[in-house]
Antibody, heavy 119, light 108 residues
Framework: QVQLQESGPGLVKPSETLSLTCTVS?????????WGWIRQPPGKGLEWIGS???????YYNPSLKSRLTVSVDTSKNQCSLKLSSVTAADTAVYYC????????????WGQGALVTVSS | EIVLTQSPGTLSLSPGERATLSCRAS???????LAWYQKKPGQAPRLLIY???SRATGIPDSFSGSGSGTDFTLTISRLEPEDFAVYYC?????????FGQGTKVEIK
């Protein structure tokens, strides 16, 4: 069974870089699929942030592209997110998710990690 | 960017009743690339439907999706106690992929 688990700091200061890691179990990232991130600010809707294929192909949300880096470490079976120059608007629950086989929907999700941007 | 509007915001129903949730897109969703998810507090979101009408693995046939173009529907034929949750639609026909604001199905 595929399981995803997010980890990282729960509090980040404004203007700094938000960093999260997703550890995948039950499936080898190097076997395929895109792996990435979706977020939900408090009281707001979901937003697909970005995703990466094990060989390096990426999809980034155009609205975040200039601040975003998504990477993959196949040796650790992990996917990572870095979002620079954060503001309070980046406060959200961040979910790790796997892209579905036949399109850009998410067929597996992590439980989510709340990241608050505050000084 | 395609904006998805879900209605109603909250649906109050009793177990055993039928639930009909709507998702309307601001532009046509190409190839019916629309998905539905279920979200319960403290749990990971769960994929229910993709391609507008294909059930994901392990999803009971009480859940069905329909629609095309700009109007899509998720139907739960008979509500079980575990079906009370928030439901989101998502389009993936046009980048950026976008989600609706959600419909909460609550016990009446």
């Amino acid at each position: 069974q595929v399981q995803l688990q997010e980890s990282g700091p729960g509090l980040v200061k404004p203007s700094e870089t938000l960093s999260l890691t997703c550890t995948v179990s039950g499936y080898s990232i190097s076997s395929g699929y895109y792996w990435g991130w979706i977020r939900q600010p408090p009281g707001k809707g979901l937003e697909w942030i970005g995703s990466i294929y094990h060989s390096g192909g990426t999809y980034y949300n155009p609205s975040l592209k200039s601040r975003l880096t998504v990477s993959v470490d196949t040796s650790k079976n992990q996917c990572s997110l870095k979002l620079s120059s954060v503001t309070a608007a980046d406060t959200a629950v961040y979910y790790c998710a796997r892209k579905g086989r036949s399109g850009w929907y998410a067929d597996y999700w992590g439980q989510g990690a709340l990241v608050t941007v505050s000084s | 960017e395609i904006v998805l509007t879900q209605s109603p915001g909250t649906l109050s129903l009793s177990p055993g009743e039928r639930a009909t949730l709507s998702c309307r897109a601001s532009q046509s969703v190409s190839s019916s690339y629309l998905a539905w998810y279920q979200k319960k507090p403290g749990q990971a979101p769960r994929l229910l439907i993709y391609g507008a009408s294909s059930r994901a693995t392990g999803i009971p046939d009480s859940f069905s999706g329909s629609g095309s173009g700009t109007d899509f529907t998720l139907t739960i034929s008979r509500l079980e106690p575990e079906d009370f949750a928030v439901y989101y639609c998502q389009q993936y026909g046009s980048s950026p992929w976008t989600f609706g604001q959600g419909t909460k199905v609550e016990i009446k």
